[in-house]
């Protein structure tokens, strides 16, 4: 588990501990956040709005660097990580899109009446 | 706040707010991520270990994708996540181990009893 020479001291196995932890919260916390963008992209699809909104994602960037700073997180870091997110996201809102796209031609194919592609 | 045309959907507004609320508490949680990680850094210069232990790093990323899938989390996205937030730490680390160094070679300039550099 370990490639250091010799054991692993006690302090570095107790801080590793809860590096354990706290990953472990955030693979949570990550699967919970795209469980919600998943949402908002059928969301976006169903009422035809484009997949990203930069007014929405300029207040996100201030909003986080603040509470980063507050938190002693480097205020860059922070940003770099939103965009990090927000790129995934914003892959998943495409494939959305166009999933939503493939089955509204396949809709109007079957079926002149059903409008909304 | 918002690019979209016309009013927020009252469904996307809650949606962005949950959102909002888990970026929040990324934000803490990565803090107190990079917070052990600098006890990590500091105890690895005091202790002469290298900044990077690639056993510990594989054991963490087959723990990460296998709570990613549990959780419901694409496991490639927790791998380059753990890899994102493991090159910050590293960069750090670096800088913790020069600082290190150049106290230690300062420390046996004034004082040549003064060994571990």
Same mark, same amino acid.
């Given at each position: 588990?370990?490639?250091l020479?010799? @054991?692993? &001291? &006690? /302090?570095?196995?107790?801080?590793?501990?809860?590096? /354990?932890?706290?990953?472990?919260?955030?693979?949570?916390?990550?699967?919970?956040? =795209?469980?919600?963008?998943?949402? *908002?992209? *059928?969301?976006k699809?169903?009422l035809?709005? @484009? @997949?990203?909104?930069?007014?929405?994602?300029?207040?996100? *960037?201030a909003?986080?660097?603040?509470?980063?700073?507050?938190?002693?997180?480097?205020?860059? =870091?922070a940003?770099?990580?939103?965009? =990090? +997110?927000?790129?995934?996201? +914003?892959?998943? $809102?495409?494939? +959305?899109a166009?999933? $939503?796209?493939?089955?509204?031609?396949?809709?109007?194919?079957? /079926?002149?009446? *059903?409008g $909304?592609?």
């Amino acid at each position: 588990m370990s490639d250091l020479p010799g @054991p692993v &001291p &006690p /302090d570095l196995a107790r801080l590793r501990r809860s590096i /354990d932890n706290i990953d472990a919260a955030l693979v949570h916390l990550l699967a919970e956040r =795209f469980k919600a963008t998943q949402q *908002v992209g *059928v969301l976006k699809a169903r009422l035809d709005l @484009p @997949p990203s909104d930069p007014g929405r994602e300029a207040a996100q *960037v201030a909003r986080l660097r603040a509470l980063a700073q507050e938190a002693d997180l480097d205020p860059v =870091f922070a940003e770099k990580f939103l965009a =990090f +997110i927000v790129d995934e996201v +914003i892959r998943h $809102h495409e494939a +959305i899109a166009q999933d $939503h796209a493939q089955a509204g031609t396949q809709a109007t194919a079957q /079926d002149a009446s *059903v409008g $909304h592609a």
